[in-house]
């Protein structure tokens, strides 16, 4: 068990991880685990308590054995086990195998007093037998938004990257909204999954005026851990430069929390990195480019680049 505190400019949380062995297909013995589990978050007062992966089921790799041990969300065994965790006011998350319209989901369900606040089914699973989610969730705790990924899914930057757009699209659409109004032009907030979005401006071509955000992380570790450490993922572009104290510092950044201490790890990295290496990033680009639905042949984004020729106005 561990538990850490999650601190946002909105709130505060409490989350516990409960690491605890699971036993495929005893739905009885994971059960009282889970409520063991619960009771310690009760007395520890944590906001959330984390369960792992699959685990009221159990984690398998036969389809027989999925399909055995696989639970339906409105089915005899999900009413019994919430049933069971109706008397605990924490919010928890625990995973189980989900039967759903003949498919196999690996699902985290969200649970609060008994009743499933919302689920997240894992987009990137790693069995043949389980079929990817497609939806991506937010919920929100004491002024907090969060959302859920499962093991392989923090390996790929889409699942993340959507949550984070999520948590702040409606906020910005707002802001957008507001500006517009003040010079006269009235707009309409429509929030879409990315791939939705796309689909609008690229091929339905619906929409008059696209305004597009791209914000790359300001955690320092995103430059330091490609760049500054041997075998990054973009080592090359600074000659595979290593420095032993700048290991040893980037190994202590990603495991502390408290950002005043964070703060002062990268400070000292970046001394030595400014003094030694041929390049280091000094700001974090942020771009909202607009596009305007009469420009044809053109898309607002910094990456692409254009052949002038095919670009006209449309009016």
């Known amino acids: 068990m561990c538990r850490r505190r999650s601190q946002t400019l909105d709130g505060t949380l409490r989350v516990g991880h409960y690491q ?11 059960i009282v685990k889970v409520i063991e589990g619960l009771e310690f978050a009760e007395h520890e007062d944590l906001d ?12 398998f790799t036969e389809m ?5 041990w696989s639970w339906a969300m409105d089915g005899p065994e999900m009413r019994g086990f919430l049933k069971r965790v109706s008397g605990f006011t924490t919010l928890f998350m625990v995973g189980v195998n989900e039967k759903r319209d003949g498919k196999i989901f690996n699902t985290v369900i969200l649970v609060e007093r008994g009743e499933i606040r919302g689920s997240y ?10 079929t990817p989610g497609r939806e991506f969730p937010v919920f929100e705790k004491n002024g907090v938004k969060f959302g859920i990924v499962i093991c392989a899914d923090g390996g790929y930057i889409e699942p993340t990257r959507i949550l984070a757009l999520k948590g702040a699209e409606e906020i910005m659409g707002e802001v957008l909204q507001a500006d517009l109004a003040a ?17 609008a401006i690229f091929n339905k071509q619906d929409f008059d005026l696209g305004v597009l955000g791209d914000v790359i992380s300001p955690d320092p570790d995103l430059f ?8 990054g ?49 000094l700001a974090w680009p942020v771009r909202h480019p607009v596009m305007h ?5 053109w898309f607002a984004w910094g990456d692409i680049r254009y052949d002038w020729t095919s670009v006209w106005l449309d009016k």
């Open 224 to 231: 330091i851990s490609k760049y500054l450490v041997p075998n």
């Open 183 to 199: 010079i006269g032009v009235e707009g309409k907030i429509t929030v879409m999954e990315i791939p939705v979005a796309l689909d």
């Open 121 to 130: 089914s894992k987009a990137f699973p790693c069995s043949e037998h389980e």
């Open 233 to 281: 993922q973009a080592a090359g572009a600074t000659g595979r430069w290593s420095n032993e104290r700048v290991k040893q510092l980037t190994e202590e950044g990603r495991g502390t929390l408290d950002m005043d201490d964070r703060v002062e790890i990268y400070r000292e990295i970046y001394d030595i990195a400014m003094d030694q290496v041929p390049m280091v990033w």
């Open 64 to 68: 027989e054995k999925f399909q055995r």
């Open 293 to 297: 639905n009469n420009v044809k042949g």
């Open 20 to 30: 605890c062995e699971c036993a495929p297909g005893d739905y009885e013995a994971n």
């Open 48 to 59: 959330i308590m984390v369960f792992p992966e699959s685990f009221l089921t159990g984690y």
